[in-house]
């Protein structure tokens, strides 16, 4: 089994999502120890890039204070090294086409899955136009994770029938970030997509950040992703984030482990 199946093993899977560099590498690399320790299941690693159009404010700002203080695609690998020398915590890397292309995309996927990690999410790639990165993905062994949005209705079979690793279930339309609710029918989405593809596990992300959320989102998938929520976390405290963010995180975790299978 797979790192990342091995995620939807134990439970239903909380997957927190880390802005790598804000407000520096040693921080993020003290922040995803803690993560793991306190529950984590799998965790998301944003590599900074200018333009974040999926993004909503909080992790916009976090990829301009990342870029800032210098973080580089090179300096996250290296981190990566050090992490896994002791972490078997699945981790995959979350950013856009375009820093995968300018690192060159056969030397970024070689290096991500040299140092480590299990997978690659590129929120701007759209399912047609996977196949830029599919095969590559596949000759190193990285999991290239599919999204599905609620507009999806049409293509959610179909992305699901060929998605690896995990599917990424978009909640809400527009940009990542913190929501009051959320009313959308995620549920449908993956009764869709279990109905395609049964052994796929399905996680819902943007727009969770309460217990409750996570709860009511949990128990209709097999996991929540949280970024923004945890990303505000490392803005308001910076370089002392690393223990309120597992605090968090194991808040997160108990509520899922109290929602039935």
């Given at each position: 089994m797979s790192r990342?199946?091995?995620a939807f093993s134990h439970g239903k899977a909380f997957i927190p999502f880390l802005t790598c560099g804000d407000p520096d590498l040693e921080?993020?690399?003290?922040?995803?120890?803690?993560?793991e320790a306190a529950g984590a299941d799998l965790i998301e690693l944003g590599i900074p890039f200018s333009d974040p159009t999926a993004e909503g404010p909080v992790i916009q700002a976090a990829n301009q204070r990342a870029l800032a203080s210098g973080t580089t695609t090179d300096k996250i690998f290296e981190m990566v090294r050090r992490l896994r020398r002791d972490l078997t915590v699945p981790m995959v890397f979350m950013?856009?086409?375009?820093?995968?292309?300018?690192?060159?995309?056969?030397?970024?996927?070689?290096?991500?899955?040299?140092?480590g990690m299990d997978g690659l999410i590129l929120p701007d790639v759209p399912y047609e136009e996977k196949e830029e990165f599919a095969p590559t993905c596949r000759k190193y062994g990285?999991?290239?994770i599919s999204l599905i949005a609620p507009t999806s209705e049409e293509r959610i079979a179909i992305i699901a029938r060929e998605a690896e690793g995990f599917l990424y279930c978009v909640s809400s339309l527009g940009v990542t970030g913190v929501r009051g609710e959320i009313t959308t029918d995620v549920g449908r989405m993956v009764h869709l997509a279990k109905a395609a593809n049964p052994d796929i596990p399905c996680a819902i992300g943007f727009g969770i950040s309460t217990p409750e959320q996570a709860a009511a989102m949990a128990a209709?998938?097999?996991?929540?992703?949280?970024?923004?929520?945890?990303?505000?976390?490392?803005?308001?405290?910076?370089?002392?984030?690393?223990p309120h963010i597992a605090a968090y995180v194991a808040s997160m975790k108990r509520s899922l482990a109290e929602t039935p299978p």
């Open positions: 990342i199946k091995d921080t993020t690399e003290a922040t995803v120890r803690a993560m950013t856009y086409a375009n820093v995968v292309f300018s690192y060159g995309t056969e030397r970024f996927i070689a290096t991500a899955a040299e140092t990285l999991d290239l209709v998938s097999d996991g929540v992703i949280v970024g923004s929520a945890i990303v505000k976390h490392a803005g308001q405290y910076g370089r002392h984030a690393a």
